[in-house]
């Protein structure tokens, strides 16, 4: 049996990737998401074990003590982590997977699994991306603060991905994506 890819989806806060991911699993049906763990409150209308798993900061740390994530990192004060177990037996099951990770993570997957096909979604500008966070309205004002500062060097790590897609609008950009991850899916059902 032919294994899965591994798709990495990351970027700043705001740029949409939620939004874009959405899209992407309507148009690609042999494509499965990575529910990552969390040590975050839930947002409204996010449910534990869909979006992700919401854990305590103790169990977090006990996993990581166990070598149980393919990668976690600190993410604006939040505990953040994909586990290797879930990922592997999926990816050798012959499934595609895709993480929506930040870019401390997507550094650890590359050096785990160097054949992860990595996507960066950005936007045109830091106002652009200021004026989508404070639209939100998640964040308090400390937080979008913050936000907004990582963001900036977030951006700076966007050539250390095979690819990225300016997130200007969203129907062009989710078209990019869906070619590029559906290229990938189909070569693989086609081989």
């Known amino acids: 049996m032919k294994k899965g890819h591994l798709f990495v989806l990351s ?19 042999d494509l499965h998401f990575s529910v990552s763990c969390t040590t975050r409150r839930p947002r409204p209308g996010e449910t534990d074990g869909r979006d992700y798993y919401f854990i305590g900061e103790e169990q977090f740390l006990r996993q990581v003590g166990e070598s149980a994530f393919l990668e976690w990192a600190n993410v604006h004060g939040n505990l953040y982590g994909t586990r290797l177990g879930d990922v592997k037996t999926r990816i050798d099951a012959g499934e595609n997977i895709l993480l929506e990770i930040d870019v401390q993570g997507c550094r650890q997957v590359k050096a785990r699994m160097p ?23 998640t964040e308090t004002p400390e937080q979008l ?12 790590y966007a050539r250390e991905y095979e690819h990225i897609i300016v997130n200007d609008d969203v129907d062009v950009a989710s078209r ?14 086609a081989e």
């Open 11 to 29: 970027g700043p806060a705001g740029a949409g990737k939620g939004t874009l991911r959405k899209i992407l699993f309507s148009a690609v049906p």
């Open 115 to 137: 054949d992860a096909i990595r996507i960066f979604i950005t936007v045109p500008s830091l106002d652009e991306l200021e004026s989508r966070l404070e639209g939100r309205g």
């Open 145 to 156: 603060d913050l936000r907004l500062r990582n963001a900036a060097e977030e951006l700076s």
């Open 176 to 189: 990019q994506l869906i070619e590029l991850v559906g290229g990938y899916v189909r070569q693989e059902s």
